[in-house]
């Protein structure tokens, strides 16, 4: 199992232009979230998903677009890019149920983006 | 969310016992501990989780106070592979929660040969 997989590792953008990151996982969890890392900080919640077709609002939802089309896959777009989106991006991945408040998430090796 | 707070940082010499403490004064009767830590470049890991009983596991043991309002975490013996960022973090149980993490500044735990 490859677990979760981060596509790419590493992006430079320039102001104004726009990306989506993908996530993918093999462990046919139901639960999906985008974290961000600033730097000396923790991670805080973008978007999560519960499940195929569902997107929900996190912490700090603004300048980013989820979907969530299969199972597997969670993608995380910015469609005009600003200097304040210079993060670490993860995707992480979880079983979804009525336990969830004890499921672990799993997560990937993050997304380093520097926008210009 | 219920807050937690922890040291910003601890040394530790290797393979002796490492306690990472946790205050957690707010938690509610629902909340779960859960511990991730962060190694140097990489996404978080679960390390442990409880309720209101100790745990242990193979990566190390959970000492929950009896009035919940703390806990420890505890490395039995500490290699330089433990040197990593250690997250305290309350976990909802509620049904509306879905499983969300809040992540706070951690506590970064250097290892020294």
């Known amino acids: 199992n490859a677990g979760v997989t981060q596509t790419p590792k590493f992006r430079v953008l320039k102001t104004g232009q726009s990306m989506t990151l993908l996530c993918a996982q093999d462990m046919n969890h139901e639960y999906m979230y985008w974290y961000r890392q600033d730097p000396g900080m923790g991670l805080r919640l973008i978007h999560y998903s519960v499940g195929e077709g569902t997107t929900a609002k996190g912490e700090v939802p603004d300048g980013y677009n989820v979907s969530r089309l299969k199972k597997q896959n969670f993608l995380l777009g910015l469609e005009s890019a600003a200097p304040s989106q210079t993060s670490v991006y993860f995707c992480?991945?979880?079983?979804?149920?009525?336990?969830?408040?004890?499921?672990?998430?799993?997560f990937g090796p993050g997304t380093r983006l520097t926008v210009l | 969310d219920a807050k937690t707070t922890q040291p910003n940082s601890m040394e530790s010499n290797e393979e002796e016992p490492v306690h990472l403490p946790c205050n957690h004064s707010t938690i509610s009767g629902t909340d779960y501990i859960h511990w991730y830590r962060q190694l140097p470049s990489q996404g978080p890991e679960y390390v442990i989780h409880g309720l209101t009983s100790n745990v242990n596991n193979r990566m190390a043991s959970l000492a929950i106070a009896e009035d919940r309002k703390s806990s420890t975490l505890i490395l039995h013996r500490a290699t330089l592979r433990d040197a990593a960022v250690y997250y305290c973090?309350?976990?909802?149980?509620?049904?509306?929660?879905?499983?969300?993490?809040?992540f706070g500044q951690g506590t970064i735990l250097t290892v020294h040969p």
């Open positions: 992480a991945s979880s079983y979804g149920t009525t336990m969830s408040s004890y499921n672990e998430q799993f």
């Open positions: 973090i309350l976990r909802d149980s509620g049904g509306t929660s879905y499983g969300k993490l809040t």
